[in-house]
């Protein structure tokens, strides 16, 4: 979902900058993934309308999380969420409620996903959970959550989690066949159990990209949690084309991102005629190209090659679909428990 | 008592006495001192256990403080949402629990609750699924009630110092209205870590730790020593120790005390003992324990003690006074033990060892011992001829000789052989030779000292004719008893002297035989038997006329007791040195006289019988006042009747032996000295004895005859004939005897050619005169 490829030359930022300063000189900030925005969606975005985007990156859904939370969240225009997120923040008037009315292109958005992020934003990708590897180092191919959670001696401190309460609790829960938004906590404490036990064979739980991508990096990642697509940023970092991609046989869950405008945006106007640019089908296709991840909206292949538009891992099946299990809204309870989970398996894995 | 012995008792209460008196005086003071240490050590340990636990309520003040302050707050209190409100606050709450520094504890809490809902937990930790403790919810929620806003607790089942605050949620200050959805109850709790570990630490070490949430002072039991600090708002400290520990504490002390005091006692005393054994008594005991074993009979030196103290000049005035002790011992002993002449051991000591060496052999079985008796032949001339100076001299000498051979001996000798040499009488000495194993050292021994006087005895004043008999007696084939092998070495000896100059004899079967004879010889002398006497004849005939002029008259003695036929010579002197003389020869007077009658009727009137009578009776006026009677009882004439003097008589003959002699020639009885030519007889005797017939000797007839020299013996007879003495010559044999004899001029022949001496009965029958 957050892809390096574009590559813009300095000099043609710094005239775009300038040109923005000069138009119109409005700005959108935006908080979101690093990559995770066609720049080439951006530069069209700015040029037809003049107002320009700034991106402040976040590198775990915690972080972005604790930064709304507080005050200075309130800096931001849009902020990328996962649904849940999205709709949680909804609940506490973090966010402004946009419908089809105010932005048109919703319109566009696959029935599937529509009521996704609630009215507390668009969708924007969406995509699975699934185990990341390097296969110069890890011999025989994961099939199974079971050798991410239990993995190999070989690979003992090779296995990166990721920092996000939810998705990190997903290994364990489908393989214990238990649903992902459970409310039972016994089940959870089953969940927690076994990552504990797979604290020993962890390197950390940072986003696996922002690890690869630190420079004098330690950690040698074998594999890894992640995300669909994050096999092409890894083979771009690396410069290799050893990372690959799988579903556990178990199952995963299907994620769904989110771009939201804050309540208390000063150009909310701007941020509602950016998100329905986002949304407009040849945009759409475009980002979804560059950044090669699933969008939401529908027909976009016309405006896509062959090759781009036959791959299943860009364009799941629905079979795939209908049969994987959701992001649900959740207890905040539950939510707090599951941050708590999250928090304490961070100190003891910082603690061994 | 030994002073070793007696030291403990001088010790043991001296070194009891005064470390008990110190034991005691350690045990008040440290009685004393145990009680104010440990009361200072409670009171100190109040203040640390205070101090604990007042700091983590200074903790959670200002943590309740930094709270109601915090930005984090008051956007809790603005959120709806449960999540947010963990998310602002957690972050905030971990931050916190992170920096707290210099106190430990294993628990932070901080709970949110409106009325009885929890609206907020957070619990540091471990343990994402922790819940809040239902006694502090159930504490805040009456404190709500109870309309208290503020409240302090340690609750001591739990662990935790708590403290609630009760605030209006919209303003954050104290709540006073207590409306029941304004009210936020905050309550913050820590688990005094550090405060838990000491106070177990101390409980252990038999602390009792107390606390009271009232202010309550009721006095504590008498038993128990306390120490109490207030923790403000929360209670009271108490800090107890029971009396009987702290007894416990001095028991323990009084036994170190006590096992300190025994070593001590002990280990002084053994020390002390040992110091004063290895200092004082030791060398005391060392110079008791030489003095005790002085041998003075063996020459061990006595080792001094060295030393500069009494016991160092004890040792060697005590050494001065037993040399000088045993010098004059040695002189002593030298006087008592040793001849004063040649140095050598006296008959008494050489008693004593002998006695010493038999004893000693009998108990080692194979040791021998031999006795060898010396004498020195002929030492009576050395002193009649040089004088007794000289013959000491000689005798000096000798001794000194004879240490020689003993010193020089290379016979195999160990340790326990020697030979020890004694003087046991004027010119008789003695040599011990003990503990060899080879029966032929005796032998060599008495080879060497042999060879001492092989060519005469020469020293430093000269060369004497002296020669050694020596005899030779073993233990124990020759005797068993010091006695005994005296007896037996002396026998030895005097077989070695009758049978030649310087020679050695041995004790021997033959000698001990030979002894019995003399002895049963002697008995039977005593016993004086006349029966088995019996009277030989043998004729003595005229050389010219051949007829038989008399018969000298022999005593056979056959001894049924012995067995044998005795001759006269052996029993002969020994009747003669026995006294016992007298009987026989009356005997023989008698019976010869007895038969002159018959003899004068078968062979001629003038018919001589010859008696030989012992020379000692010549010495005896009582035997000749015998003679006549004897003369007149047989009615024969005196003049047919010789006396024969026998060899004896010429040996010491004296002017009365002579006065008797002339006594019975004037009796009428003839006279005649018999063996001439022979043993002590001389040339002189025929002037001066009154005899009137001289028989020549048959060795000194045999001599001349041998030597041709015939004119001598025709000298002699010419000679005797010139006294008016009639010859008789001895032993012949031969024909040829005879007529040298008649040539001579011998006036009488007796001997075997004419006829055997033999009894009476059968000379009647075989010589017819």
């Not at chain 2, 060497?448 to 020469?458: A, E, N, S």
């Amino acid at each position: 979902m957050k892809n390096m490829i574009t590559r813009v030359s300095v000099p043609l930022i710094a005239f775009l900058f300038l040109l923005a300063g000069q138009s119109a000189a409005v700005e959108l900030r935006i908080y979101t993934w690093e990559g995770y925005l066609s720049q080439e969606v951006i530069d069209n975005f700015t040029q037809k309308t003049g107002i320009s985007i700034t991106q402040v990156y976040f590198d775990s859904d915690q972080t972005r999380d604790e930064v709304i939370a507080t005050t200075t969240g309130k800096s931001f225009d849009i902020i990328l969420f996962n649904s849940i997120s999205a709709q949680v923040f909804g609940k506490s008037n973090y966010l402004y409620a946009v419908n089809e009315s105010i932005i048109p292109n919703l319109k566009n958005v696959n029935k599937r996903w529509a009521e996704g992020c609630g009215n507390f934003g668009i969708p924007y990708f969406y995509g699975t959970v699934g185990i990341v590897y390097d296969a110069a180092k890890v011999q025989s191919p994961p099939d199974s959550w079971q050798d991410l959670l239990r993995p190999a001696p070989a690979h003992q401190g090779h296995v990166n989690m990721l920092g996000d309460m939810t998705d990190v609790l997903v290994p364990p829960l489908i393989y214990l066949g238990y649903n992902i938004n459970t409310e039972e906590e016994t089940q959870l404490k089953d969940a927690y159990n076994i990552l504990q036990r797979q604290l020993p064979y962890v390197a950390g739980y940072n986003y696996v990209l922002t690890d690869v991508d630190m420079p004098g990096k330690e950690h040698d990642i074998h594999m890894a949690l992640a995300y669909s697509g994050d096999q092409y940023v890894l083979n771009d970092l690396t410069g290799s084309e050893n990372w690959q991609y799988v579903i556990p046989k178990e199952g995963t869950v299907i994620w769904l991102d989110c771009m939201s405008i804050t309540a208390e945006s000063a150009k909310r106007d701007e941020a509602v005629l950016f998100l329905n640019y986002l949304l407009d089908q040849q945009v759409a296709a475009s980002n979804t190209e560059a950044i090669y991840a699933s969008s939401p909206v529908d027909g976009i292949e016309r405006y896509l090659p062959e090759d781009v538009t036959q791959d299943t891992e860009l364009f799941l099946p629905d079979s795939l679909l209908d049969s994987t299990q959701t992001y649900r809204i959740i207890s905040d309870d539950n939510l707090r428990l599951r941050k708590r989970m999250l928090d304490i398996l961070k100190k003891r894995h910082e603690a061994q | 008592m030994k002073l070793n012995k007696r030291l403990p008792y001088v010790i043991i209460p001296v070194l009891f006495t005064s470390f008990l008196i110190t034991a005691i005086g350690l045990y008040v003071l440290e009685r004393r001192s145990v009680y104010a240490l440990t009361m200072s050590s409670l009171e100190k340990e109040a203040t640390e256990l205070s101090g604990s636990l007042i700091a983590y309520t200074r903790f959670i003040d200002g943590t309740l403080t930094l709270l109601l302050q915090s930005d984090a707050l008051r956007r809790y209190t603005d959120t709806a949402d449960e999540y947010l409100k963990s998310l602002a606050f957690d972050a905030a709450l971990d931050e916190l629990v992170g920096s707290i520094e210099g106190l430990t504890t294993t628990h932070f809490s901080v709970m949110f609750m409106q009325m009885d809902k929890v609206d907020y937990y957070y619990q540091s930790g471990l343990d994402p699924f922790a819940e809040p403790s239902h006694i502090i919810k159930q504490w805040s929620l009456e404190h709500c009630r109870n309309r208290q806003p503020d409240g302090r607790q340690f609750f001591t089942d739990l662990e935790r110092l708590t403290i609630l605050r009760i605030i209006d949620r919209r303003t954050l200050k104290p709540a006073n209205r207590f409306e029941a959805e304004n009210v936020l109850a905050i309550t913050v709790s820590v688990n005094p870590t550090d405060f838990i570990k000491r106070r177990d630490q101390l409980i252990e070490g038999e602390r009792k730790i107390s606390f009271s949430d009232k202010n309550n002072t009721s006095t504590l039991p008498q038993e128990t020593l306390h120490s109490r600090r207030a923790i403000p708002g929360f209670g009271v400290l108490t800090v107890e120790v029971p009396k009987k520990s702290v007894e416990r504490e001095l028991r323990s002390v009084l036994i170190k005390l006590v096992v300190a005091f025994l070593m001590l006692t002990g280990i002084s005393n053994v020390v002390l003992q040992l110091l004063l054994k290895r200092y004082v008594t030791g060398p005391i005991e060392h110079l008791e324990y030489q003095i005790r074993n002085i041998d003075i009979e063996k020459e061990n030196a006595l080792v001094l003690y060295e030393s500069d103290d009494e016991i160092g000049s004890l040792s060697s005035s005590f050494i001065k006074l037993y040399d000088q002790i045993n010098q004059s011992y040695q002189k002593t002993k030298d006087l008592a033990e040793k001849d004063t002449l040649t140095k050598l051991y006296n008959r008494r000591v050489f008693n004593l060892t002998l006695q010493g060496l038999i004893n000693r052999a009998g108990r080692a079985k194979d040791q021998m011992v031999a006795l060898l008796y010396i004498d020195i032949d002929n030492f009576k001339f050395v002193n009649d001829n040089y004088g007794h100076s000289i013959g000491d001299m000689v005798l000096q000498a000798f001794a000194l000789r004879l240490h020689e051979v003993i010193r020089s001996s290379d016979f195999v000798f160990n340790q326990h052989s020697g030979m020890t040499p004694a003087r046991l009488a004027g010119d008789e000495f003695s040599v011990i030779i003990y503990g060899y194993t080879k029966e032929s050292v005796p032998r060599m021994v008495a080879k060497r000292m042999l060879d001492i006087c092989k060519d005469g005895f020469v020293c430093d004043e000269g060369t004497f004719p002296i020669t050694l008999s020596i005899g030779v007696a073993a233990y124990p084939e020759d005797g068993k008893t010091v006695d005994e092998l005296v007896v037996k070495a002396d026998s030895a000896m005097y077989q070695a002297k009758k049978s030649g100059k310087n020679t050695v004899s041995y004790y021997s079967a033959e000698l001990l035989e030979q002894a019995r004879y003399q002895q049963q010889l002697e008995v039977e002398i005593k016993r004086g038997d006349t029966t088995e006497f019996e009277l030989y004849y043998m004729p003595i005939v005229d050389s010219s006329t051949q007829k038989v002029n008399g018969f000298e008259v022999l005593l056979r003695w056959f001894s049924k007791k012995l067995n044998c036929y005795v001759p006269p010579a052996e029993f002969v002197p020994m009747a003669e040195s026995l006294g016992c003389y007298r009987p026989i020869d009356m005997w023989v007077i008698n019976e010869a006289f007895s038969k002159v009658q018959e003899l004068s009727e078968r062979y001629g009137e003038n018919v001589h019988v010859s008696i030989n009578i012992s020379a000692a009776e010549m010495g005896d006026a009582g035997f000749v006042e015998e003679l006549p009677k004897l003369i007149d009882k047989h009615r024969i004439d005196p003049h047919r009747i010789t006396i024969e003097l026998t060899e004896t008589f010429y040996q010491d003959y004296t002017e009365k032996s002579l006065a008797q002699l002339e006594l019975i020639h004037q009796a009428g009885f003839r006279l005649a000295i018999d063996d001439f030519g022979s043993g002590f007889t001389s040339i002189i005797q025929l002037v001066d004895f009154p005899i009137d017939v001289v028989k020549i000797d048959r060795a000194f007839i045999v001599k001349s005859l041998a030597n041709n020299k015939l004119n001598v013996l025709r000298s002699l007879v010419s000679f005797c004939h010139e006294q008016s003495l009639q010859v008789v010559a001895e032993g012949i044999e031969t024909r040829e005897d005879f007529e040298k004899m008649q040539q001579a001029g011998c006036d009488f022949v007796q001997g075997y050619y004419f006829c055997k001496p033999m009894p009476l009965d059968r000379l009647y029958e075989e010589y017819k005169g």
